[in-house]
């Protein structure tokens, strides 16, 4: 069974920075492209970045470029996101998943609330 866990979220002031991370279970984490989603309130889920599974590729949402990183840790199934220069409509949930996604594998995410 496939399981992908998000954490690092939290509240901080515009400015500031966070870390997220999503570990794997139940998959061979190292064949996938990764990526990084997010919903804000009252809004349909969007990409947000991605990541080769090689880690040569990254893509970024124009919104995000400069600010936010995508990296990954096949040896810890892990991929993760540093957010730094946080705007408040960086606001919402963060999901990752394989890239494309799979509908089986969306988690509960993880907040990040942006004050401005």
């Not at 690092?8 to 990764?34: D, E, I, P």
């Not at 919903?39 to 090689?54: H, L, N």
């Not at 810890?76 to 540093?82: E, I, S, W």
């Amino acid at each position: 069974q496939v399981q992908l866990v998000e954490s690092g979220g939290g509240f901080v002031q515009a400015g500031g920075s966070l870390r997220l991370s999503c570990v794997a279970s139940g998959v061979t984490f190292s064949n996938y492209a990764m990526a990084w989603f997010r919903q804000a309130p009252g809004k349909e889920r969007e990409f947000v970045a991605s990541i080769g599974w090689g880690s040569r590729t990254t893509n970024y949402v124009d919104s995000v470029k400069g600010r936010f990183t995508i990296s990954r840790d096949n040896a810890k199934k892990t991929v993760y996101l540093q957010m730094n220069s946080l705007k408040p409509e960086d606001t919402g949930v963060y999901f990752c998943n394989k890239n494309p996604p799979a509908k089986a594998y969306w988690g509960q995410g993880t907040r990040v609330t942006v004050s401005s």
